[in-house]
């Protein structure tokens, strides 16, 4: 199926393309990976009149860490942090994410931005990005603000940028010593979109004490839910397996599913947001002690 015609642009340098946003507003769309846009274009679940490629804009694909925050240029495609060794060995939870997403052709060419932007309720990175408590720069011709990640998802398919901006980094913070994570979904078949995620980042003192922790459910409800309930009965108390447990059931509280008519049932989904909570808990405290 094609779909209906439209205007292309690409722009070489970031001005141009908010120029371009500037002007035709809720009528255009930014171009990323293409992976999830040329596909609604085709079902035409969306028709945008113009396309903004941002592929040809330098500086938009990057990974370092510089003033306390791992940044991650928005056109930065899965593949670069799946051979990343930096993601690889200081952020798990993020590089076991990119590794189970879809498949080598799809992360060869998505991209961070378009993920997060996009925010399909199957996808991985909107997850991974409450866990680690990330930040997105949205920039547009008025200059460049900062939108947390909990304030960012407002619903399926819905986040907080406005039509004039262009995501152009999103930052994680550097983690604290003594820090593990681990992401676990569950999938019909491999390279399939999650039926529920589960993202873990946890930092834990000499003497067991949990003094960072972030804990996210993708997939399960229409938008990534940041499990704060159990985050706070974690923070400042000592893990063991009774607490562990404790949040495993908050999380199967927290969770409303959505209804899908030929998904799994939103019970289903419930009590695998816990099982799959409390086994990432306990990867990620594997990795904190130095087995994972
Ligand atoms: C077969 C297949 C399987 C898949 N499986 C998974 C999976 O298991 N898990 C998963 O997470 N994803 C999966 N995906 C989706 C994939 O991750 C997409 O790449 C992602 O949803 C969008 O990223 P993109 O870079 O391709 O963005 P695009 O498709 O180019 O854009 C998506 C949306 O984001 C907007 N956008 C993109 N970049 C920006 C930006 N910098 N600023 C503002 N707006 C922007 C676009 O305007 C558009 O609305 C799959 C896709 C396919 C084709």
Same mark, same amino acid.
């Given at each position: 199926?094609?779909?209906?015609?439209?205007?292309?642009?690409?722009?070489?340098?970031?001005?141009?393309?908010?120029?371009?946003?500037?002007?035709?507003?809720?009528?255009?769309?930014?171009?990323?990976?293409?992976?999830?846009?040329?596909?609604?274009?085709?079902?035409?679940?969306?028709?945008?009149?113009?396309?903004?490629?941002?592929?040809?804009?330098?500086?938009?694909?990057?990974?370092?860490?510089?003033?306390?925050?791992?940044?991650?240029?928005?056109?930065?495609?899965?593949?670069?942090?799946?051979?990343?060794?930096?993601?690889? !060995? /200081?952020?798990?939870? &993020?590089?076991?994410?990119? #590794?189970?997403?879809?498949?080598? =052709?799809?992360?060869?060419?998505?991209? $961070?931005?378009?993920?997060?932007?996009?925010?399909?309720?199957?996808?991985?990175?909107?997850?991974?990005?409450?866990?680690?408590?990330?930040?997105?720069?949205?920039?547009?011709?008025?200059?460049?603000?900062?939108?947390?990640?909990?304030?960012?998802?407002?619903?399926?398919?819905?986040?907080?940028?406005?039509?004039?901006?262009?995501?152009?980094?999103?930052?994680?913070?550097?983690?604290?010593?003594?820090?593990?994570?681990?992401?676990?979904?569950?999938?019909?078949?491999?390279?399939?979109?999650?039926?529920?995620?589960?993202?873990?980042?946890?930092?834990?003192?000499?003497?067991?004490?949990?003094?960072?922790?972030?804990?996210?459910?993708?997939?399960?409800?229409?938008?990534?839910?940041?499990? !704060? /309930?159990?985050?706070? &009965?974690?923070?400042?108390? #000592?893990?063991?397996?009774?607490? =562990?447990?404790?949040?495993?059931?908050? $999380?199967?509280?927290?969770?409303?599913?959505?209804?899908?008519?030929?998904?799994?049932?939103?019970?289903?989904?419930?009590?695998?947001?816990?099982?799959?909570?409390?086994?990432?808990?306990?990867?990620?405290?594997?990795?904190?002690?130095?087995?994972?």
């Amino acid at each position: 199926m094609y779909p209906p015609p439209f205007d292309y642009y690409a722009p070489s340098n970031l001005n141009e393309a908010l120029e371009l946003l500037s002007k035709y507003g809720e009528e255009a769309k930014v171009l990323a990976g293409g992976q999830s846009l040329i596909i609604a274009m085709k079902l035409r679940i969306v028709s945008p009149k113009y396309i903004i490629d941002v592929n040809n804009i330098p500086n938009l694909s990057y990974v370092n860490e510089s003033d306390g925050y791992l940044r991650i240029g928005a056109l930065t495609r899965y593949s670069d942090l799946e051979f990343s060794d930096l993601i690889k !060995t /200081k952020y798990p939870l &993020l590089h076991e994410a990119v #590794k189970h997403l879809a498949d080598p =052709i799809v992360r060869n060419w998505g991209t $961070v931005g378009g993920n997060v932007c996009y925010n399909h309720p199957g996808n991985n990175l909107p997850a991974v990005m409450l866990a680690y408590n990330a930040e997105f720069v949205a920039t547009s011709l008025s200059g460049s603000r900062v939108i947390k990640a909990r304030d960012f998802f407002l619903g399926p398919f819905q986040t907080a940028l406005r039509p004039d901006e262009i995501l152009t980094e999103v930052r994680i913070p550097i983690p604290q010593p003594r820090n593990g994570g681990h992401y676990i979904k569950l999938e019909r078949r491999v390279g399939d979109f999650a039926i529920v995620s589960t993202a873990v980042n946890l930092s834990l003192d000499y003497d067991g004490t949990v003094k960072e922790a972030g804990i996210a459910i993708g997939g399960a409800a229409n938008n990534p839910v940041k499990v !704060t /309930k159990a985050e706070e &009965l974690l923070k400042g108390n #000592k893990i063991n397996d009774s607490l =562990i447990k404790q949040v495993g059931k908050i $999380v199967t509280e927290e969770i409303t599913p959505a209804e899908e008519p030929f998904g799994p049932p939103g019970e289903y989904k419930k009590a695998m947001a816990g099982v799959l909570t409390v086994r990432a808990i306990k990867y990620s405290l594997r990795r904190v002690l130095g087995g994972g």
